[in-house]
Nanobody, 123 residues
Framework: QVQLVESGGGLVQAGGSLRLSCAAS????????SGWFRQVPGEEREFVAT???????NYANSVKGRFTISRDNAKNTVYLQMNSLKPEDTAVYYC?????????????????WGQGTQVTVSS
């Protein structure tokens, strides 16, 4: 059974930073891509950042230059470092494990999801 457990969310002032972590168990983590998505109540979940099995990254335009996705295969963990946070970054953030070595922006390519962690940025 594959499980993804997120941590690191919370309340931060605009301009501040947070680091989200997603620990995976039950699967050879290093063979698959991973992604972070976020969702605001009443809106569709959206792509934030992805990282392939080899470490190639991709970011949504709204977070490019502020967020960094990374992975530690030895710890089976993927991270999302979020700097210069804005109120519009407020959302529930989800990590996901891809079905493939690559990582796309499409949710259907991910077959395992974490429970989500709330990030709230105050102005």
């Amino acid at each position: 059974q594959v499980q993804l457990v997120e941590s690191g969310g919370g309340l931060v002032q605009a301009g501040g930073s947070l680091r989200l972590s997603c620990a995976a168990s039950g699967r050879t983590f290093s063979n698959y891509g991973s992604g972070w998505f976020r969702q605001v109540p009443g809106e569709e979940r959206e792509f934030v950042a992805t990282i392939t099995w080899s470490g190639s990254t991709n970011y949504a335009n709204s977070v490019k230059g502020r967020f960094t996705i990374s992975r530690d295969n030895a710890k089976n963990t993927v991270y999302l470092q979020m700097n210069s946070l804005k109120p519009e970054d407020t959302a529930v953030y989800y990590c996901a494990l891809s079905r493939y070595r690559y990582a796309t922006t499409g949710e259907n390519d991910y077959n395992y999801w974490g429970q989500g962690t709330q990030v709230t940025v105050s102005s």
